[in-house]
């Protein structure tokens, strides 16, 4: 159980142009969601909560009209890259809180993004 | 500011022997505290979680928990050049209402398991 299912795995894109992400939850609900991205080398950095039916809570730093959430259902997640640029390149990892207590971080399997 | 710090490494283990992996947080509120192991480009998987002082076994793993140093450890018995990978520590504190909180993590050791 607790499966998160994140699409595409890659995406290569033009700079100035937007890429969405999806990340769903397939077998629970997830009234919570998390973004992450990931430099080569670097650890994971979280980037926002996603909740359901809510504006999303974006860390410092964090662009929220460049990275724009939307969790419209308990099971569905979407991260919009917008006007990406190049230093947008990175690993795009989201995560689920499957309520199962504290083991119930799901991870999704990541998205390379690429920005040319 | 919440900090979870690891020594990056790499940490070289021959195979069959302990593998050591240490962690130290900042934040004293933290309440639960995670290992991951992650691979070259793939999303981390979840190794062992513990959130009360003392020890944790499952299988070949160990994790060590110390609230009052902020230390949190993990043990690898019987290194397999599988287990060679980037081990990642995150701890997270629950927010007040119950709800979840995002998971901080450190930089991770990258540990080599020798043949």
């Known amino acids: 159980g607790a499966v998160v299912s994140q699409h595409p795995s890659w995406v290569i894109c033009k700079s100035g142009t937007s890429v969405k992400i999806e990340c769903r939850s397939l077998?629970?609900?997830?009234?919570?969601m998390f973004w992450y991205r990931q430099f080569p080398k670097q650890s994971l950095m979280l980037m926002a909560t996603?909740?359901?039916?809510?504006?999303?809570?974006?860390e410092q730093g964090v662009e929220k009209d460049k990275f724009l959430i939307n969790h419209a259902s308990l099971t569905l997640s979407t991260l919009t890259v917008t006007s990406a640029h190049p230093e947008d390149s990175s690993f795009y990892i989201c995560?689920?809180?499957?309520?199962?207590?504290?083991?119930?971080?799901?991870f999704g399997s990541g998205t390379r993004l690429t920005v040319v | 500011q919440k900090e979870v710090e690891q020594n990056s490494g790499p940490l070289s283990v021959p195979e069959g022997a302990i593998a050591s992996l240490n962690c130290t947080y900042s934040d004293r509120g933290s309440q639960s505290f995670f290992w991951y192991r992650q691979y070259s480009g793939k999303s981390p998987e979840l190794i062992m979680f513990i959130y009360s002082n003392g020890d944790k076994e499952d299988g070949r793993f160990t994790a060590q928990l110390n609230k009052a140093s902020q230390y949190v450890s993990l043990l690898i018995r019987d290194s397999q050049p599988s287990d060679s990978a980037t081990y990642l520590c995150?701890?997270?504190?629950?927010?007040?209402?119950?709800?979840?909180?995002?998971?901080?993590f450190g930089k991770g050791t990258h540990l080599i398991i020798q043949p």
């Open positions: 996603s909740n359901e039916g809510s504006k999303a809570t974006y």
């Open positions: 077998d629970f609900q997830a009234t919570t």
């Open positions: 995560s689920a809180d499957s309520g199962q207590g504290n083991s119930g971080y799901t």
């Open positions: 995150a701890v997270n504190m629950r927010g007040s209402g119950g709800g979840a909180d995002g998971l901080t």
